[in-house]
Nanobody, 117 residues
């Protein structure tokens, strides 16, 4: 079994920054990719950013130039540095891990990010 624990959410004013972390534990023998998704009230969950175990990254258009995803594979932790935050970034942010070459995704419990204007 794999467990994910997120931290780092909170409330900031527009233009501010937050850094999210997600640490994985459990039966992990290999990392495939890690990502961050978000879900705003009344909207579907959407991809924000993803990083492979080799360090390749991909971002949603809304995140490009403002957010940076990174990982520490030895710590099985993924980060999301969010700068220049906007009110429309307000959402619950979820981390996602794909491990052990499985087709199953593991999800964090979610952390609230609120950006006020």
């Amino acid at each position: 079994q794999v467990q994910l624990v997120e931290s780092g959410g909170g409330s900031v004013q527009a233009g501010g920054s937050l850094r999210l972390s997600c640490a994985a534990s459990g039966s992990i023998f290999s990392l495939n990719f890690m990502g961050w998704h978000r879900q705003a009230p009344g909207k579907q969950r959407e991809l924000v950013a993803v990083i492979t175990s080799g360090g390749h990254t991909n971002y949603a258009d809304s995140a490009k130039g403002r957010f940076t995803i990174s990982s520490d594979n030895t710590k099985k932790t993924v980060y999301l540095q969010m700068n220049s935050l906007k009110p429309e970034d307000t959402a619950v942010y979820y981390c996602r891990f794909r491990v052990n070459s499985s087709v199953r995704d593991y999800w964090g419990q979610g952390t609230q990010v609120t950006v006020s204007s």
